[in-house]
């Protein structure tokens, strides 16, 4: 079964600092990956996606992400952050033949002043 | 345009209760998905309706969880003698091409 790790559960970091949340998936076989941000008491908001083509996607908010095949990760980097950005981000992979998608346990950003 | 909306955005209720959330998706998607998100964990599919049929629901937890979408707009999920494990926020996403899938607000469902 496809499994999405997300290795920190918490980063914290001060505000103007780059910062690298980190994914990866299972599976070798061809996946769609997604990046979703969920601010406290909201739902899911989609950040980017990678469907295919190049490996370097951006999204919004200044984000983006790479897709690395051959080491299953998608990590997702901002050069400089605001204390907005303080949420909680969640991976997710779609596996071409199944509709749902499966989602890592998440990764708490913290942006301090 | 209107995004995926979900009623009640909380709900409480008694164990043994019998519970009906609802989803109104995004106008024209034809895929309606429900996902359950536990404290301190990702969201977990639970069913999956193409139109009006549940093309999957392998991700149900069991019997007491059912799910309709009798004219393929509309969705409501149903919980029979709720239990406080239970407890979660249940989402709803939908999708038109089956590759982005845009979430609800959810509703926060709480067993006594």
């Known amino acids: 079964a496809q499994s999405v790790t997300q290795l920190d559960s918490q980063v914290p970091v001060f505000e103007e600092a780059p910062v690298e949340l980190r994914c990866n998936y299972s599976?070798?076989?061809?996946?769609?990956l997604f990046w979703y941000v969920q601010y406290p008491n909201q739902g899911l908001q989609l950040l980017l996606k990678?469907?295919?083509?190049?490996?370097l996607v951006k999204g919004i908010n200044g984000f983006e992400a790479e897709f690395n095949k051959s080491q299953t990760s998608f990590h997702l980097r901002k050069p400089s952050v605001h204390i907005s950005d303080t949420a909680e981000y969640f991976c997710?992979?779609?596996?071409?033949?199944?509709?749902?998608?499966?989602f890592g346990k998440g990764t708490k950003l913290t942006v301090n002043p | 345009g209107a995004g995926v909306s979900q009623t009640p955005s909380n709900k409480v209720t008694e164990k043994g209760k019998y519970v009906e959330l609802r989803c109104d998706p995004i106008?024209?998607?034809?895929?309606l998905y429900w996902y359950r998100q536990s404290l301190g964990q990702g969201p977990e599919f639970l069913i999956y309706?193409?139109?009006?049929?549940?093309?999957?629901d392998s991700g149900l937890p069991n019997d007491r969880f059912f799910a309709v979408r009798p004219e393929g707009s509309v969705s409501t999920l149903k919980i029979q003698r709720t239990e406080r494990g239970d407890s979660a926020v249940y989402l709803c996403?939908?999708?038109?091409?089956?590759?982005?899938?845009?979430f609800g607000p959810g509703t926060r469902l709480t067993v006594l």
């Open positions: 309706f193409q139109g009006t049929g549940a093309a999957d």
């Open positions: 990678y469907l295919s083509g190049s490996t």
């Open positions: 997710a992979v779609h596996q071409g033949g199944s509709e749902k998608l499966v």
């Open positions: 996403a939908s999708s038109l091409n089956q590759d982005t899938q845009y």
């Open positions: 106008s024209g998607h034809t895929a």
């Open positions: 599976s070798s076989v061809s996946v769609y």
